[in-house]
């Protein structure tokens, strides 16, 4: 079923006017009570239309920000709309947000309306407010000094007037606020207006119509949290506005039981899931014969071989015919026996670590974006998968190369700029010499291969630059030392020193010298690990994590600054 979505101004008046459309169809499935429960558009619908009357009873008014704190779950996906529906903006957040994380947010956008899911995060909203508190704190289940979401939820909303109303939303409406995650310094608000969101989902709907998934019935297996920018667009708009069912995932420890139970057509991941699943594959093996191991590691060289070459011969076809059959199926089916394919973003995917999955003949896709495009800017396909590159840009967006190396990007996508922030606005949206158009400064090193494929080399920001003035890739080095099964983290350090010293995270009773030596290898003389010592994990917890398991580098460099600074004494 083709629904064209391109008459849709905003996200509202499109999702309302789909659940019009496919009333009875499912929309969203979630784990309640011991049992998956579906929702339909029916239900969406009509949810969205009280939520947004109870939250106008209650004084919110278009432009007010309304926080959003809350685990995957469709009372979220209700929120959002909602708070859109009637005007305000929203403003997702993590769970994981610590009390200072909240109040930075709060402060910066304003906001004096909040919803939480729990209320542990209730709590966690109100310290942060702090003594000038909240407006109105609003709590999807019962707690103390909150308004209650069943009371909300229990408003009479008109919805056909709200269908007719939010027909009128223009395109260039602010919609939500996304805070970075904060690799760096503080967070800064991402102002996306309701056409960024909108030309993902048009940019995205030829390759799904391609895949033959949209209105099919296929489901989206959703692992990331609502709360970041990708997911925000893909599982709470995209996907749905094709048709294609919403499962929230139930956590990391149930995925391999979910794609079984599930089958899900895609899923997207973080490249730090694809790690621990493939870390689990390699360790099951360890379990096994010696000439089981010798067939598997005989179907992933075969399989790399028909993707990089050289060619195989007839005798090495024939075989990788009996390899199929006896070591790939296996492998795939693991994953269920729907799986289209696997999508990699958030951060630099290993074109080992996509190696190792695609030549066992599940699809991963490498993507591209970030929170100031809205975010998909690019994306590879399974029918031109080039796994060293993040693919061609989607429908609608413009990319170019800048003369310093850096990546630029236009097009409806790009945000319209960063929550009072005029002078960082004005460095990432800016127009190169003799043009009057502004290009997102994306802040990636890339290029743009014959057949318009984005390959990201680095970040802008990130090199090193050594004592003897060589600039060194540290995204390079610790993707090449996260590639080995022997080590689960790393950050490597060497700005203005001699040499470059590794921080490490072992894998699990694993010791990482031979795989330091082994990347040592691969490296030149000035890349190369002179030192290292080993870490504590870094983790969400202790704050060198981000939500979406980015590594926060600079936070990682400051609180071992003493570690490091002893490799070099």
Known sequence: ????????????????????????????????????????WRDFALAV?????GLRARGVSPGDRVVLVSESRPEFLIADTAIMAIGAVTVPTYTTNTVPDHAHILRDSGARTAIASTGRLAERLREAAGPDGLDLLICMEDAPGTTPWAELLATPGDIAMLVAEVQHIPEGRLACLIYTSGTGGLPKGVMLPHRAMLANTAGVRPFLRRLGLEWSGACYLSFLPLSHAYEH??????FPACGIEIVFSRGAERLAAEFQEIEPAIITAVPRLFEVLRARILAGLEKEKPWKRKLFERAVTLGLRKMDGPPLNLLERLEDAVLERLVRS?????FGSRLVAMVSGGARLDPDLSGFFLALGVTVLQGYGQTEAGPVISVNLPWDNQRRSVGPPVKGVEARIAEDGELLIR??????????DPDSTARALASPPGEDAPWLHTGDVGEIDAHGRVIITDRK???IKTLGGDMVSPARIEGLLMAEPEIAQAVVAGEGRASIVALVVPAEGAQPEKAIQRVNGKLSGLERI???VRVDPFTVENGMLTPTMKVKRRIVLERHAEAIGSLYS
């Open 411 to 420: 097009g409806p996508l790009v945000m319209d700029g960063y929550w009072n």
């Open 1 to 40: 079923m083709n629904q064209d979505t391109a008459r849709w101004t905003s996200l509202p008046g499109m999702m309302l006017g789909l659940a019009a459309r496919n009333p009875d169809k499912p929309m969203i499935r979630h784990w309640q009570e011991g049992a998956w429960k579906r929702t339909t």
């Open 461 to 463: 920001k990130d090199f």
């Open 530 to 532: 002179r030192k290292w």
């Open 49 to 53: 239309a009280n939520i947004a009357e």
């Open 330 to 334: 296996k492998v795939r089916a693991r």
């Open 233 to 238: 667009t893909v599982g709470c708009f995209l």
